[in-house]
Nanobody, 119 residues
């Protein structure tokens, strides 16, 4: 079993910055990818940023140039630095990990952390 622990988030004014962090723990042979998704009220969950270890990163068009995802693979950690935040960035942000444990590959989700951007 793998657990994802999220930290960061909170309330910030438009134009401000926040940093989210996610640490994966448990029985981990290899992390294939880690990233952040978000879900605003009444909307579907959407990809924000993703790191495929050894391959590269993907960003939603709406956050390109404002958000940066980074990883510390040896620490099983992914951070999301969010800058120039907009009210439309308000959502619950979820960490996601694609993990190979022993002979099994599974996807895991964190519990979510609230990000609120005031205008």
């Amino acid at each position: 079993q793998v657990q994802l622990a999220e930290s960061g988030g909170g309330l910030v004014q438009a134009g401000g910055s926040l940093r989210l962090s996610c640490v994966a723990s448990g029985v981990i042979f290899r992390i294939n990818a880690m990233g952040w998704y978000r879900q605003a009220p009444g909307k579907q969950r959407e990809l924000v940023a993703l790191i495929k270890f050894g391959t590269g990163t993907n960003y939603a068009d709406s956050v390109k140039g404002r958000f940066t995802i980074s990883e510390m693979n040896l620490k099983n950690t992914v951070d999301l630095q969010m800058s120039s935040l907009k009210p439309e960035d308000t959502a619950v942000y979820y960490c996601n990990a694609d993990v190979t444990s022993l002979s099994r590959r599974s996807e895991y989700w964190g519990q979510g952390t609230q990000v609120t951007v005031s205008s």
